[in-house]
């Protein structure tokens, strides 16, 4: 622990008008930065983070600070702080925070007389790992973390190892920004300050904007990426009696009339086919595998029936801003019409438009039914 440097003597009695760094500033701390980096550095290498994510961010927080009572310090100062972080997956995240604080020291001149400096002075350095639950657009976290936290006031100066917990919200407010509360509990470790202290306890609460980026952009599944289809048996001698390019073993309605439109099921529709199976994940506008061989079945009808010219429709569940889930719904109809094209359909056949959040065909309000809204349909507009 360093003691302070005072800057000149006054009438017998030291004053206290600024500090400076002694040469080595503190083992301790040196050693935890170079810990925190390395750790930072290492865990970025397994990065889980899916195509569409926004992984990286940076976080600006502005609040106040309920400091330990014996510290003799009045509260003082807003709180602020600047993070840099990594969302390793959906649910985890890990930053690299500053933040720093100020408070008015109490009978600073009782404690060294003729002292000109009043403030007890706080800089912290963190790592701090945020566990996220859920999937919804705002969503509850706990979170724990260390940090070198450097203090000066009127009695002296040094740098101690604190211990971090807390709880917080945090909000998706659209595709690049983000909002945080968050209430924290600092134990500060540091023992030389006040006399008969080993530890003081500082509660922080605070708010927090980010800016969300990185990862790559949502893109569909090439072909040779999916899973072959499971062998299918061997057709009979007329596998296709009712002439419609729905083999017998998958036709529900054999006996539909010459020339109708039909589904993947081989029944006659009148405006929308049912893409059963060609769902997404949330937040994204990736293909899954089992919707590549939905879709492959689909452009094969199409190819079968010429004269159809078909809207893909895309669709969200509610959760997020409605214009976000617009943009979302878009690129998820954009990513089926493309594939489509993609196995020989005539891309002037093909128009694609995103409904938003809009048309729900199941509940919002479970992870089921949500998974059911996240969808796309091929809507029949001429044939």
């Given at each position: 622990m360093?003691?302070?440097?005072?800057?000149?003597?006054?009438?017998?009695y030291?004053?206290?008008d600024?500090?400076?760094?002694l040469g080595?500033?503190?083992v301790?701390?040196?050693r935890l930065?170079?810990?925190?980096?390395?750790?930072?550095?290492?865990?970025?290498?397994?990065s889980?983070?899916?195509?569409?994510?926004q992984?990286?961010?940076?976080?600006?927080?502005?609040?106040?600070?309920?400091?330990?009572?014996?510290?003799?310090?009045?509260?003082?100062?807003?709180?602020q702080?600047l993070?840099?972080?990594y969302?390793?997956?959906?649910n985890?995240s890990?930053?690299?925070?500053?933040?720093?604080?100020d408070g008015?020291?109490?009978?600073?001149?009782?404690?060294?007389?003729?002292?000109?400096?009043?403030?007890?002075?706080?800089?912290?350095?963190s790592?701090?790992?945020?566990?996220f639950?859920?999937?919804?657009?705002?969503?509850?976290?706990?979170l724990?973390g260390?940090?070198?936290?450097?203090?000066?006031?009127?009695?002296?100066?040094?740098?101690?190892?604190?211990l971090?917990?807390?709880v917080?919200?945090?909000?998706?407010l659209?595709k690049?920004?983000?909002?945080?509360?968050?209430g924290?509990?600092?134990?500060?470790?540091?023992?030389s300050?006040?006399?008969?202290?080993?530890?003081?306890k500082?509660?922080?609460?605070s708010?927090?904007?980010s800016?969300?980026?990185?990862?790559?952009t949502?893109?569909?599944?090439?072909?040779?990426?999916?899973?072959?289809p499971?062998?299918?048996?061997?057709?009979?001698?007329?596998?296709?009696l009712?002439?419609?390019?729905?083999?017998?073993e998958?036709?529900k309605?054999?006996?539909?009339?010459?020339?109708?439109v039909?589904?993947?099921?081989?029944?006659?529709?009148?405006a929308?086919?049912?893409?059963?199976?060609?769902?997404?994940?949330?937040?994204?506008?990736t293909?899954?595998?089992?919707?590549?061989?939905?879709?492959?079945?689909?452009?094969?009808?199409l190819k079968?029936?010429?004269?159809?010219?078909?809207?893909?429709?895309?669709?969200?569940d509610?959760?997020?801003?409605?214009?976000?889930?617009?943009?979302?719904?878009?690129?998820?109809?954009?990513?089926v019409?493309?594939?489509?094209?993609?196995?020989g359909?005539?891309?002037t056949?093909?128009?694609?438009?995103?409904?938003?959040?809009?048309?729900?065909v199941?509940?919002?309000?479970?992870d089921?039914?949500?998974?059911?809204?996240?969808?796309?349909?091929?809507?029949?507009?001429d044939?």
């Amino acid at each position: 622990m360093q003691s302070l440097v005072f800057a000149r003597e006054c009438a017998g009695y030291r004053c206290v008008d600024s500090f400076n760094w002694l040469g080595d500033v503190s083992v301790k701390f040196s050693r935890l930065i170079t810990v925190l980096a390395a750790a930072f550095m290492a865990a970025s290498s397994f990065s889980l983070a899916a195509d569409g994510a926004q992984p990286w961010h940076f976080t600006y927080q502005i609040g106040g600070v309920d400091l330990d009572s014996d510290r003799d310090t009045e509260d003082g100062d807003v709180w602020q702080g600047l993070g840099f972080g990594y969302f390793f997956n959906n649910n985890f995240s890990l930053d690299f925070e500053y933040d720093e604080f100020d408070g008015d020291f109490r009978g600073f001149d009782t404690a060294v007389p003729g002292a000109t400096f009043d403030s007890w002075e706080f800089r912290s350095y963190s790592l701090m790992g945020r566990y996220f639950f859920g999937d919804r657009a705002f969503r509850p976290f706990v979170l724990g973390g260390l940090s070198a936290t450097d203090h000066r006031s009127v009695l002296d100066e040094g740098t101690d190892l604190s211990l971090n917990v807390g709880v917080g919200l945090h909000g998706q407010l659209a595709k690049h920004f983000s909002v945080r509360a968050q209430g924290l509990l600092r134990y500060d470790q540091d023992g030389s300050s006040i006399q008969d202290r080993s530890n003081f306890k500082d509660f922080i609460y605070s708010l927090g904007i980010s800016y969300d980026f990185g990862g790559r952009t949502p893109r569909a599944e090439p072909a040779a990426a999916a899973p072959p289809p499971p062998p299918r048996p061997a057709a009979p001698p007329n596998p296709d009696l009712d002439g419609d390019g729905v083999p017998n073993e998958r036709d529900k309605c054999p006996n539909t009339r010459p020339g109708a439109v039909v589904d993947l099921d081989g029944c006659e529709v009148e405006a929308v086919i049912d893409l059963k199976g060609v769902y997404f994940d949330f937040d994204k506008a990736t293909l899954r595998p089992e919707g590549i061989a939905v879709l492959n079945d689909a452009a094969a009808l199409l190819k079968t029936n010429e004269r159809v010219v078909v809207e893909v429709a895309g669709h969200t569940d509610s959760v997020g801003s409605e214009p976000y889930n617009q943009a979302l719904s878009e690129r998820r109809a954009n990513t089926v019409k493309d594939y489509l094209t993609s196995q020989g359909v005539t891309a002037t056949r093909l128009t694609a438009r995103g409904y938003g959040e809009v048309q729900p065909v199941a509940t919002n309000d479970t992870d089921a039914g949500r998974q059911l809204n996240r969808r796309v349909e091929l809507i029949v507009l001429d044939r």
